[in-house]
């Protein structure tokens, strides 16, 4: 099974400032990438998804990840935080052919006025 | 347009109480999940059915059962619920659930167990 981890389970950046989250996870084999955004007292929402097409992924609300190989790792980010923004973000890994989706510890973000 | 729908919302039992988590899905998803969210340890998988007709366990399968009623409904049940089963529960569902296609979860139960 992937084992996934999320450096640092809280991330603290100015309102315009750049948001980056860190994902590593432990297989060797590409696997299926995901990252997800959890407003409070709500469910976890698709923010972006690797498909293998490209390297860099863009998601919704102006976030983005790239894909490497050579680091296993999908970092998260997005050039200019804003307010909205604030909410926990989860890393999740699955294998291929597998039904299971591994989540990373998360990280909650907050944005400095 | 209601996607996965999860009742009730929030739940206080006393222990050794048994208790029925319920979940629907309206998008005709062949996958569903149920998954507890503990501060600082992520999602954690309880029990999946693939498709219609099988369960399996996930990572943390004790203390808990599960029923794919149909295709729409997967529910979860506590039979004697314990303080460490105080937590959020998330269903999830997934088109084909082995692929990349991601979850959609619901809005989750937040459960106390006193």
């Known amino acids: 099974a992937q084992s996934v981890t999320q450096l640092g389970s809280h991330v603290s950046v100015s309102e315009g400032a750049l948001v980056l989250l860190r994902c590593n996870y432990s297989?060797?084999?590409?696997?299926?990438l995901f990252w997800y955004v959890q407003y409070p007292n709500q469910g976890l929402q698709l923010l972006l998804k690797y498909t293998s097409a490209a390297t860099l992924v863009k998601g919704i609300n102006g976030f983005e990840a790239e894909f490497k190989k050579s680091e296993t790792s999908f970092h998260l980010t997005k050039p200019s935080a804003h307010m909205s923004d604030a909410a926990e973000y989860f890393c999740a890994v699955s294998d291929s052919g597998d039904y299971k989706l591994s989540f990373g510890a998360g990280t909650t973000v907050t944005v400095r006025a | 347009n209601a996607g996965v729908t999860q009742t009730p919302k929030f739940q206080v039992l006393k222990t050794g109480q048994s208790m029925t988590l319920q979940c629907a899905q309206d998008?005709?998803?062949?996958?569903m999940y149920w998954y507890r969210q503990d501060p600082g340890m992520g999602l954690r998988l309880i029990y999946y059915?693939?498709?219609?007709?099988?369960?399996d366990k996930g990572e943390v399968p004790n203390g808990y059962n599960v029923s794919r009623l149909n295709k729409r409904e997967f529910s979860l049940r506590l039979e004697s619920a314990a303080p460490s089963q105080t937590s959020v529960y998330f269903c999830a569902s997934c088109p084909e659930g082995w692929g990349n296609q991601p979850q959609h979860f619901g809005d989750g139960t937040r459960l106390s167990i006193l």
């Open positions: 059915s693939a498709s219609e007709g099988t369960t």
């Open positions: 297989s060797s084999v590409p696997p299926y």
């Open positions: 998008m005709n998803h062949n996958s």
